[in-house]
C-alpha cells in the first residue's frame, strides 16, 4: 500500500501516545506494562529505580511502589533477563528459551555460548539439584564448579555462576524468584513460569512484532537486538514516511486519528521514548545522552539529568537528586532547549514539584 505521509509532529504525536505519555492518564500499572510490553530493571535511585519512575510518568500521583511490588510477588509480572514482563507473556518466549541459543545456521558467538554452557554441564546440574532442594538462592550461595570460567574482557570476567544462570535463564530452567536489594534469588522456571503453552516461534515472533509496534507507534521496519527491540516489524501495522527524514517507517494505525492532547512530563532516561537515541534524534530533534558514565568535567547536563517532554516535544533536562535522609528532591538545574515561554516553565515546574510530592520530598531549586 502507498505510505503514509506524517509531518515530524504528527509522528511525535503518534510516538507519545503510543508511550502513553499523553494527557489521557492510565489507571491501572498491571495494564501499562501489558501495553509497554516491558519495564527494564535498573536499580538506580538517583531520583527513583526506573520502573517506578516510568510508572509515575505515566499513571501520576495515583502510582504506589507497592503497587508494582505486589504484583511480582503474585506473580502477575515476572523478571526475565533484566526486564519485567507480564507473565502470562513467558508463553511468547518459550520457543526462543527452547530454540536456544539460537535457531541454525549459529552466529560464532552463539556457538562459543553453546559450547561454554556444554563444559560446564556439571555445574548447571548441581545448580538445578540444589533450587529444586532449597528453593530460591541467591547466585553467591550456588556451588562453582565450572571447569571452564567465563572469560570475558570486562567486568563479567570469572563471574561463572552469573554468566551460567544467565545462560540457564535464557534456556527456560531458572528464573528470578525476587530481588533483595540488588541481589538476584534464583529459582526452577517451572515454579515462576506460570506454565502456559509455548507459542510456536513464527506466530510468537509476529505477535511480539505487533506489540512492539503498538508500544512505539511508529518504528523503523528492522530489528534492533541492541535496544531490547529484537522484534522486526516490517509485516505488521502499515508503512509510513515521515517528514524531512530519509528511510521508510510502519505506523500503527490505529494511532492515525491525530487525537491529541498533550501535557508535561519528567522522564526516566531510560523511558522507552528516548531509549533508542537515533529515533529520539529523527522524530524529535532531540540532543540528549545518559552522562552518567561520563567524568563529571565533560557533562552537560548532569548524571542522570531526566528528560522534559511537554505535550509532542522534548524541550529540555532536569538534573535532580533525591535525598531521602535529608528529605529534599535537589534541582540542580533545568536546561531549557529553545525559548521556553512562561507557560512551558509553569508546567514544567508543577511537574516537578509533582515528583517531588511522590517520593515525599520537598523540592529544593537551586
Not at 194 to 220: C, K, Q, Y
Request: net charge negative.
Amino acid at each position: 500500500m502507498k505510505p503514509h505521509e506524517l509531518s515530524r509532529p504528527q509522528a511525535r504525536r503518534i510516538a507519545v501516545r503510543a508511550q502513553l505519555l499523553d494527557a489521557a492518564r492510565p489507571t491501572d500499572p498491571l495494564e501499562v506494562v501489558r501495553h509497554l510490553g516491558f519495564l527494564q530493571v535498573d536499580l538506580t535511585r538517583v531520583v527513583a529505580e526506573h520502573a517506578d519512575l516510568a510508572l509515575w510518568t505515566r499513571i501520576g500521583a495515583g502510582y504506589d511502589p507497592d503497587d508494582l511490588e505486589a504484583l511480582v510477588g503474585d506473580g502477575a509480572v515476572v523478571e526475565h533477563k533484566a526486564h519485567l514482563h507480564p507473565s502470562e507473556d513467558i508463553a511468547l518466549f518459550q520457543a526462543d528459551m527452547e530454540a536456544w541459543p539460537g535457531v541454525p545456521p549459529l552466529k560464532e558467538w552463539q556457538e562459543d555460548l553453546s559450547d561454554w554452557v556444554t563444559a560446564n554441564d556439571g555445574c548447571r546440574r548441581e545448580i538445578l539439584a540444589l533450587l529444586r532442594s532449597e528453593g530460591p538462592t541467591a547466585a553467591r550461595d550456588l556451588p562453582d564448579s565450572c571447569e571452564v570460567p567465563w572469560r570475558s574482557s570486562g567486568w563479567t570476567n570469572n563471574k561463572n555462576v552469573m554468566k551460567l544462570l544467565e545462560c540457564m535463564e535464557s534456556r527456560g530452567e531458572v528464573a528470578v524468584a525476587s530481588r533483595e536489594g540488588r541481589e538476584r534469588r534464583w529459582d526452577l522456571a517451572e515454579r515462576i513460569h506460570p506454565g502456559d503453552p509455548t507459542v510456536p516461534g513464527e506466530e510468537a515472533h509476529r505477535e511480539l512484532a505487533m506489540r512492539r509496534l503498538r508500544a512505539l507507534g511508529l518504528a523503523r521496519p528492522r530489528a534492533l537486538e541492541a535496544w531490547h527491540e529484537p522484534y522486526a516489524v516490517r509485516d505488521v501495522g502499515e508503512p509510513a514516511r515521515v517528514e524531512g527524514v530519509r528511510g521508510l517507517w510502519r505506523v500503527d494505525p490505529a494511532l492515525l486519528d491525530d487525537g491529541f492532547e498533550g501535557r508535561a512530563g519528567v522522564l526516566s532516561p531510560l523511558d522507552r521514548l528516548v531509549f533508542d537515541r537515533k529515533r529520539m534524534e529523527d522524530l524529535f530533534d532531540f540532543d540528549y545522552q545518559l552522562e552518567m558514565y561520563k567524568p563529571v568535567e565533560q557533562r552537560q547536563w548532569g548524571y542522570w539529568a531526566m528528560p522534559v517532554l511537554d505535550g509532542d516535544e522534548l524541550v529540555g533536562k532536569v538534573d535532580a537528586t533525591a535525598d531521602r535522609e535529608g528529605g529534599v528532591l535537589i534541582v540542580d538545574a533545568v536546561h531549557e532547549d529553545g525559548d521556553w515561554t512562561a507557560a512551558r516553565r509553569a508546567r514544567v515546574d508543577a511537574e516537578i514539584d509533582a515528583l517531588g510530592e511522590w517520593l515525599g520530598l520537598e523540592v529544593a531549586r537551586a
